[in-house]
């Protein structure tokens, strides 16, 4: 009953209102004093909760010639009413919050950091789920699984391209990233980049190893940054059509790029 009672708090009721019209979901039809019995609320409470639950239509109330008698909303039409309620309240404030964020974004391109596993899941499915053009993603197993549903679901509306790293049964739209000693190496980051719609990206580490990301609509990181998933599946899709010393030719500039700066590009 307890957490019931706090469930109810958290849907706009007080802890008074709460356990009165519990207390009448279980015992109904009857007058102010046995509310305050069954319920526990002080006497002198119970006549000013009993007509806030009333005003707001969640009790009935009846004038006999003896006494005023109390009755519950029936609980389907009360979790209806609620539901109701609540569903306009969640559309209101999901409008209004959507007009200030268009208001900001277009007042000024921002980088900002998400942090929390579970904030940047939700955050790539989110973006995935409002696609409407296109998908231009780069990741790795663990993240390609984590966002499966949301990928699949958004494959079948729009275009995704891009490339992945050791993931099985990728969309036949993605490229699969070869095998090589720098991304077999155990040290190697897992990253992951989504653009959706060239106006709206994310990317960072996968959370699971560091639970940080960047959000961002700056058209010059969203442009970098898929011009990076683009040189990555050319490369890939080059190595597939020539031999391997293409690929040791590469392993070794990227080493001397990274290291010394003396590769030949």
Known sequence: ?????????????TEYEAKAYTALVQHSHVNAYQVSKNSGIPRARVYDI???????GIVLKEETAEQTIYAA????????????RWQASFTSIGTKLARLETK??????????????E???????????????KVLL??????????????????QRVPIHGITFYVENPLATLEQHRMTHYTQKPSTPHWFIISVDG????YGHVPSTQEIAFITTDPVHIYLLEDYIWHDVLVNRL???????????????????????????
Request: charged letters at 25%; one cysteine or more.
């Open 73 to 84: 909303l029936p609980v389907a039409v009360f979790l209806q009413q609620m539901q109701q």
């Open 239 to 265: 190595i597939k059509r020539d031999d391997q010393a293409l690929e040791e030719w590469i392993t070794k500039e990227r080493q001397a790029f990274f290291l010394d700066g003396s590769s030949s590009i």
């Open 1 to 13: 009953m307890e957490e019931l009672i706090v469930q109810l708090k958290e849907l706009g009721f």
């Open 138 to 155: 780069s990741m790795w197993e663990d993240m390609y699984e984590a966002l499966y549903e949301a990928i699949q679901e958004a494959g």
């Open 50 to 56: 009993l007509t806030s639950l009333v005003d707001k």
């Open 104 to 117: 900001e974004q277009e007042a000024e391109h921002k980088v900002v950091m998400l942090k929390g596993k």
């Open 119 to 133: 904030a940047i899941v939700n955050y790539c499915q989110s973006l995935l789920q409002n696609a409407k053009q």
């Open 199 to 202: 106006q709206q990206m994310i």
